[in-house]
C-alpha cells in the first residue's frame, strides 16, 4: 500500500515506513538513544531526497524523546538547570546549521557535506565505543566510565554555576557550547546529537550517569523541535506525513527494544552499538569514496 | 445569347464548388477520458486515457509534455578521494515530464526532418542552455539530463502504443507516474500523412494536489513556522500518549 508524501512529492509504501521507523525505534529502545542517526541514512538510503529526510527525522525525534524523558522525569533524574543552559547553546546552534543547511542545499553541496559529518563523528564515537567497550569485556570488571581528572582548564573557565542534581560546579560556558556544537550538528544530521551529547557530559562536564540520559533527552526535544521550526521556515522540507509514519513505527518498535535491552549485559550492549555505529559510517564512507554509477545529477529550481 | 451566359455562369459555379477545398469537418479530433490528475493520499501514478478519430487515411503521435522548468545537472568529479560535485550547467525550457506514443514507429511515417522541427524525439528536445559554452559540454549535459530523467520514469525511454479500431478511431493510454511534476501538461495529438503533419490538436492535462496533500503542502508554504511547530506538537504528543500507554514498563 502505497502512500503520496506530499512535501517530498513522492509515493512510498507505507508498510516500508513503519518498518524503518520500528527498526530505529527498536535500537532506540534497546540502546537509550535517539536514533536519528539511523534514520536519515535509512531514508535517503530508500530513495528519499537527502534534504528532506535529514529535516523531517528531526521533528521524528521529538516523539521518542519526550515518551523517554517523561518517564526519566518521573524518577527525578532530569537536571533542569543544565538542561537550560545546554538548551540555550542549542538553540543558537540550531539557528546556525540550519543557515548552513540552506547555503549548502543551494549550493548542491548538501548531500556530501552530511555524508562527511556522518562518516566523522560516527567514525570516531564508534572507534572510541569499540575501542572502550572490548576494552571493559576483557577486564571484566562494571563498564563504569571514569570522570574526568580532578583539575583541567575547563575548571579553570569563568561564570561557574552549581548544578545541584547534577552535583558538579562547573562554567556555565560548557553546557552552552557544547549544546551550540550539538544543535550545529542536529541540523545538518537531522539527529538529536545524543550520541555526541552522553559522552560530553560523562567526560567533559562530569556529570554522573543517572542524570546525563534525562538531560540529555531534555535537550534534544527542545533543540529537534526548533531544527524542525526552522526548517519548516528556511527549506520547507519537513514532511510530516513522513514524519508521522516514522513516529507510529518507532513508538512500537521502542517498546520491543525497551524490553529486549533487559536481557543484555551493559558492556555486550556498547559493544554491539559501537558496531553498528561503525556499520552505519563504513557505508556511507564507502557511497562517499565508490564511483558513482552515474556522476551526473539533476536538481530542478524549487517551485514555489 | 443569354442561355450561353447562364451556362456558363453555372459551369463556373459547380466547378468552383468541385474543385474547393473541403473545409468544415476536422481531420483530425483528440479528447482525455479526465482532465484532472487527482493527487491524493494514495497516489500512485494514474492512467489517463486519450481517444480520438481521424478522417481519411494517416498516423497518429501524440506527444505529452510536462510543466517546463530550469533543471541543473551538476557533474561529480574526484577531490581529495571523495566525489563531490565540481561542475554544473543549467537549462531552461525542460520540461518536468515528456512521453510520446505512435501507432507505427515513427521513422517510417516522418523524415527526420519534420521530425527534428516538431521535437518528436529526445534528440531532438528544445533544451536551452542558460550560459552560452562549448558545444561539446553542452551535448555533454544535455544528453546527462535526459539519463538522468529517463532514470527516474520521467522522460520515456520507449514510444507508448496507440491502438486504431476500425480505420478511424484511435486510443490510447498515457501513464501519468507518482514523481510526475505538479503543473499543466500539455497533450498534443499530431495526425501524420505522406510524410507531413497535416493537423494537430492540443489539450490541457492538470496534475494537482487535491484534497489533504494539497493542504498540506499549501499550509507548509504559507504558514511554514506554524507548520513545524505543529510538526513538533503532533511528535510531542505521540510520544506522551506513548508513555502513557506503555506506562508499566
Same mark, same amino acid.
Given at each position: ?19 524503518? %521507523? %520500528? ?12 536514533? %536519528? ?33 517523561? &518517564? ?25 546549521? @540550519? ?35 572490548? &576494552? ?25 554555576? /552549581? ?29 538529536? %546529537? ?28 527542545? @533543540? ?38 533487559? /536481557? ?41 | ?49 486519450? +481517444? ?44 518536468? +515530464? ?147 500507554? +506503555?506506562?508499566?514498563?
Amino acid at each position: 500500500m502505497d502512500i503520496y508524501l506530499p512535501i517530498a512529492e513522492l509515493a512510498v509504501n507505507v508498510l516500508l515506513i513503519l518498518g524503518l %521507523g %520500528g527498526i530505529v525505534g527498536f535500537l532506540s529502545g534497546l540502546f537509550g538513544i535517539g536514533g %536519528g542517526f539511523l534514520t536519515t541514512p535509512l531514508l535517503i538510503f530508500i530513495g528519499i531526497p537527502p534534504a528532506v529526510a535529514a529535516a523531517t527525522s528531526a521533528s521524528q525525534i521529538v516523539a521518542p524523546s519526550v515518551s523517554a524523558v517523561l &518517564a526519566h522525569w518521573r524518577r527525578g533524574n532530569v537536571d533542569l538547570r543544565m538542561g537550560v543552559a545546554l538548551l540555550l547553546g542549542g538553540v543558537i546552534g540550531s539557528a546556525v546549521g @540550519v543557515a548552513i543547511f540552506a547555503t549548502l542545499h543551494k549550493a548542491a553541496q548538501l548531500d556530501v557535506v552530511i555524508k562527511l559529518t556522518y562518516v566523522a563523528f560516527l567514525g570516531v564515537i564508534g572507534l572510541l565505543m569499540l575501542k572502550e567497550s572490548l &576494552a571493559a569485556i576483557r577486564r571484566a570488571r562494571t563498564p563504569h566510565p571514569k570522570l574526568r581528572p580532578r583539575r583541567t582548564w575547563l575548571d579553570a573557565l569563568p561564570l561557574k554555576m /552549581r548544578f545541584r542534581r547534577s552535583r558538579v560546579y562547573i562554567s556555565v560556558l560548557l553546557p552552552i557550547g557544547i549544546g551550540l556544537i550539538v544543535g550545529i550538528l542536529a541540523a545538518i544530521m537531522g539527529v538529536g %546529537g545524543g550520541f555526541i551529547m552522553v559522552p560530553a557530559m560523562i567526560y567533559i562536564l562530569g556529570m554522573p550517569s543517572s542524570t546525563v540520559v534525562g538531560t540529555s533527552l531534555f535537550q534534544i526535544i527542545f @533543540v529537534a523541535a526548533c531544527v524542525t521550526v526552522l526548517q519548516a521556515v528556511t527549506t520547507q522540507t519537513v514532511d510530516v506525513v513522513l514524519a508521522l509514519l516514522l513516529v507510529a513505527g518507532s513508538v512500537i518498535g521502542a517498546q520491543f527494544g525497551l524490553r529486549a535491552g533487559t /536481557r543484555l549485559r551493559g558492556d555486550q550492549f556498547r559493544v554491539l552499538l559501537a558496531v553498528l555505529v561503525l556499520a552505519v559510517a563504513g557505508n556511507l564512507a564507502w557511497d562517499l569514496v565508490a564511483e558513482p554509477s552515474d556522476l551526473y545529477s539533476v536538481v530542478e529550481r524549487q517551485r514555489q | 445569347m443569354r442561355w450561353p451566359r447562364r451556362a456558363l455562369m453555372l459551369l463556373i459555379l459547380v466547378a468552383a464548388v468541385v474543385a474547393a477545398p473541403r473545409t468544415g469537418i476536422a481531420d483530425l479530433v483528440a479528447a482525455l477520458s479526465n482532465h484532472l490528475v487527482a493527487v491524493t493520499t494514495g497516489f500512485s501514478g494514474s492512467n489517463v486515457l486519450l +481517444f480520438g478519430a481521424i478522417d481519411g487515411p494517416g498516423d497518429v503521435v501524440v506527444v505529452i509534455r510536462g510543466p517546463e522548468d530550469i533543471a541543473t545537472v551538476h557533474r561529480k568529479g574526484r577531490t581529495f578521494g571523495i566525489w563531490i560535485n565540481e561542475a554544473d550547467m543549467a537549462f531552461a525550457e525542460v520540461p518536468g +515530464f515528456w512521453a510520446i506514443a505512435v501507432n507505427r514507429p515513427l521513422e517510417e511515417i516522418l523524415p527526420e526532418s519534420v521530425i527534428a522541427a516538431h521535437q518528436l524525439d529526445l534528440q531532438h528536445l528544445r533544451l536551452s542552455p542558460l550560459e552560452p559554452t562549448s558545444l561539446r559540454r553542452i551535448a555533454e549535459f544535455r544528453a546527462a539530463l535526459i539519463r538522468n530523467r529517463q532514470q527516474q520514469g520521467l522522460y520515456s525511454a520507449e514510444p507508448g502504443r496507440i491502438d486504431f479500431l476500425g480505420n478511424r478511431l484511435f486510443r490510447s493510454d498515457l501513464w501519468i507516474p507518482a514523481n510526475g511534476p505538479i503543473g499543466t501538461y500539455s497533450v498534443t495529438v499530431f495526425l501524420v500523412r505522406d510524410g507531413d503533419i497535416v493537423s494537430a490538436e492540443t489539450t490541457p492535462l492538470i496534475v494537482g494536489k487535491v484534497g489533504f496533500e494539497a493542504q498540506v503542502f499549501d499550509f507548509a508554504h504559507r504558514w511554514a513556522p506554524l507548520y513545524g511547530i505543529v510538526a513538533v506538537l503532533l511528535a510531542a504528543m505521540a510520544g506522551w500518549v506513548a508513555n502513557l500507554a +506503555f506506562r508499566k514498563e
